[in-house]
């Protein structure tokens, strides 16, 4: 990591380190020739006083060196600059969650359902959350709402413990809009992440393109269950033949893939009129005019099923 100083200016008294240096070499005791008879029981002993000598002055040389560096830096200021990541670590943080809530989110890949999945995820990241944090909840069913503004984590905890999925579609464009408005009243001093814990099934996904996201807000998608898994449904069930209008059935494939051929049979008051093959491309919507039999003056029970592979197995009866 880099040391970056506060006064960089006085960096440049580390040219004063020159000066012990020069004390050194002008004190430097030079050598004196002196005339003796014989030198042979004095050059030993003064080639060691020599070299004790040098080591001396070196030694004191580069002490007074580290002193005036230390003394120069410390007046620099030096300190090591803070990254982003240390940065957003230290700032209070803001997670809102999109929670899809539509009859998808009851699902099963694999023998384990989305939504406890969901519930899972979400109380996850809550427990990663400081009580200086906060956390917001939107909720996604048929009409998108804010279930809870900025709040402490806590409390956005004991809220997902209660929710249950609801019925119909969602809608995650809206969803990310009332995120995008909650993130904005929250004020510039968090640090704010949008959770989308859902199936993204291709029914809530239709209006994200209308929803831009501004490049410095993070999204994080949590993702459930398989997207191509089978899901296909009895959407509309009509036995009063009206004008222009007669007796229809309403089926829809809900994966983002072509659905196995399923079968659709239609009962009514417990007995079965007719049955038949169905073919699904890649979100299909079928309408299929029913021809009923005459039946008597009165209330009559009808019940329209699909039978076949299929993740949800709730909206396959109508």
């Known amino acids: 990591m880099a040391v970056l100083f506060t006064n960089v200016l006085m960096l440049t008294a580390l040219a004063a380190l020159g ?33 004790r000598r040098k080591l001396r002055n070196l030694l004191l040389l580069a002490v007074r060196l580290l002193l005036l560096a230390i003394l120069v830096l410390a007046f620099a200021r030096p300190y090591l600059p803070e990254n982003a990541a240390s940065a957003a670590g230290t700032q209070p943080r803001l997670a809102v969650f999109v929670l899809d809530r539509s009859a998808s989110m009851q699902a099963s890949d694999a023998g384990a359902q989305r939504w406890p999945l969901a519930k899972e995820a979400m109380q996850k990241v809550l427990a990663e959350l400081t009580p200086n944090d906060r956390a917001a909840l939107i909720s996604c069913a048929a009409h998108c709402e804010a279930l809870s503004g900025a709040a402490p984590p ?44 859902s199936d993204l099934q291709l029914s809530g996904c239709r209006n994200l393109s209308a929803c831009p996201v501004p490049a410095d807000l993070e999204v994080k998608v949590i993702k459930l269950g398989d997207v191509v898994a089978s899901n296909v449904a009895v959407t509309d069930l009509q036995l009063l033949s009206r004008e222009a209008d007669p007796p229809h059935v309403v089926l829809a494939n809900y994966s983002d893939e072509p659905a196995k051929p399923v079968k659709m049979k239609l009962a009514i008051d417990g007995k079965e009129l007719f049955s038949s093959s169905v073919v699904f491309a890649t979100g299909n919507v079928i309408r299929a005019d029913l021809q009923l039999p005459s039946l008597a003056p009165g209330w009559h029970s009808a019940t329209a099923r699909l039978e076949g592979e299929d993740a949800l197995a709730r909206d396959t009866v109508r």
């Not at 430097?28 to 002196?34: A, F, G, H, I, T």
């Not at 609801?166 to 990310?176: I, P, S």
Request: glycine share 6%; hydrophobic share 40%.
């Open 19 to 51: 000066i012990p240096i020069l004390i050194h070499l002008l004190l430097k005791r030079k050598k004196q020739r002196l005339r003796f008879s014989t030198l042979r029981f004095f050059l030993q002993q003064d080639e060691q006083s020599s070299q």
């Open 154 to 197: 806590q409390l956005i905890s004991r809220l997902v413990k209660d929710l249950q999925p609801a019925c119909g579609l969602g809608n995650l464009g809206e969803g990310l809009q009332l995120a995008q408005k909650i993130v904005s009243s929250a004020g510039a001093n968090r640090v704010s992440t949008i959770y989308v814990v």
